[in-house]
């Protein structure tokens, strides 16, 4: 699970800061409006939205590290966030593949599908759900 995570943080890290490079100039030079209000409602709560995602995977990494890297998020944040994010798929994934030898030993067809049940799904979701508990908290307390 230590090298899934660690593996999984250095490939987002780096993708991160490739993505920064290569899009700071054209976005500096096209910076929308809707952009730059976008970027200051991310700020401000960049580590919920951050750890959400992360989550409960409703977005492919890929995009979540290429927004990251368009709304300039702090990548210190960035890293300690997808290290604690990617947690509980890598212990779903560890689990899955330790028991691929049931599979293997029975020579019986194997899919996605066997590890990532409707209940693995759920409760990836609800992790994620978890991660906006304080916004939702925020939310209430200033609008009541």
Request: charged share 15%.
């Amino acid at each position: 699970i230590i090298y899934i995570v660690f593996a999984e943080t250095l490939g987002a890290t780096l993708f991160f800061w490739a993505a920064q490079a290569a899009l700071k100039d054209p976005l500096s030079k096209t910076r929308s409006h809707y952009l730059n209000k976008l970027h200051e409602q991310v700020l401000r709560k960049e580590i919920y939205y951050l750890l959400f995602f992360r989550f409960s995977h409703v977005l492919p990494y890929w995009v979540i590290n290429i927004v990251s890297a368009v709304l300039n998020i702090s990548k210190w944040k960035f890293i300690w966030t997808t290290f604690i994010g990617v947690l509980p798929l890598a212990i779903v994934l560890a689990q899955g593949g330790s028991g691929l030898s049931h599979y293997f030993e029975q020579h019986t067809h194997f899919s996605m599908s066997d590890i990532f049940t409707t209940q693995i799904k759920i409760m990836l979701i609800g992790i994620g759900l978890l991660a906006l508990i304080p916004l939702l908290y925020q939310y209430l307390k200033k609008k009541y």
